[in-house]
């Protein structure tokens, strides 16, 4: 079932997350959040999920040296790594800590974001009412969340593109159609939400779509899962990885605002 074109190994979670910031798809919606952060000099941003600390650096330089940044994560080596690679820059601090429970007091902030976190987290309207607790009135979060119930892998035999994304929806990602429900749950916790921006990538070349879909890598677990057979994997994997290539996923931008 191997194709050469394809990762059978999983990248750490680092070299993942910097992997899709480099992309031309990571530069454009990174780009485009930060455009709808509106972020004024002097303020506080928060980056909630913060990771190796990828987008720090951006945030920084927004709020300038007047402003403060502070990344959340809850997964230590990240922050560790954050904290190394933001060591020069006064205005940031990284916490360890949980977006269900942020180590912030109430009206902390002027701009918050998360990237790519909701869809993984146990209690996303939980970490919503956080996010709501700890900006202060008038104050913006940017969310930017993929709906994997949109994924479509073009192929010659339909039913095998199904049962893969059937299973990535189903079983691969906690909270896999978060993007169509950002709206509702921010709404929810009390948030105004006016603007919704769809973002779909399309994919024309499967190496490169691998590289951010883990196209094999799923594939492995599908079968494992008893959704495709091995011989059934093993045919989607090897048109996937010769013939004409087209994928797409829709990603939602979603603004909240804090009256």
């Known amino acids: 079932m191997t194709s050469p074109a394809f990762e059978t190994t999983t990248p750490d979670r680092t ?11 990571g530069r454009f919606y990174k780009g485009r959040m930060l455009d709808e952060l509106d972020i004024r000099p002097g303020q506080t941003a928060l980056d909630l999920g913060c990771g190796p600390g990828t987008d720090l650096a951006s945030l920084a330089r927004a709020v300038t040296a007047t402003g403060t940044v502070i990344g959340v994560d809850h997964d230590r080596a990240t922050v ?7 060591a020069d820059q006064s205005t940031v601090t990284v916490r360890l800590g949980d977006i269900h429970d942020l180590p912030l007091p109430d009206d902390t902030a002027d701009r918050a974001r998360t990237d790519r976190v909701l869809q993984h987290v146990a209690d996303p309207a939980q970490a919503l009412r956080e996010i709501h607790r700890v900006l202060r009135p008038g104050g913006r979060l940017v969310m930017g969340e993929p709906d994997w119930d949109t994924l479509a892998v073009d192929h010659p035999d339909s039913d095998l593109s199904r049962a893969y994304t059937r299973f990535v929806a189903d079983e691969v ?7 169509r429900e950002l709206p509702r749950l921010a709404a929810a916790a009390g948030f105004a939400v ?12 499967a190496e490169a779509a691998d590289k951010i879909l883990g196209l094999e890598r799923t594939a492995r677990r ?3 899962a008893g959704h495709l057979t091995e011989e059934g994997a093993g045919r989607w994997l090897d048109h996937l990885s010769t013939g004409p290539f087209l994928a797409a996923v829709t990603f939602y931008i979603v603004v909240a605002e804090r009256s």
């Open 15 to 25: 070299a993942y997350l910097d992997r899709v910031a480099a992309t031309d798809l």
């Open 80 to 86: 560790d790594t954050a904290r190394e690679r933001t």
């Open 173 to 179: 990602v906690r909270n896999a159609r978060i993007g």
């Open 194 to 205: 006016p603007t919704v921006i769809p973002v779909t990538p399309v994919f024309r070349d």
């Open 222 to 224: 599908a079968v494992a």
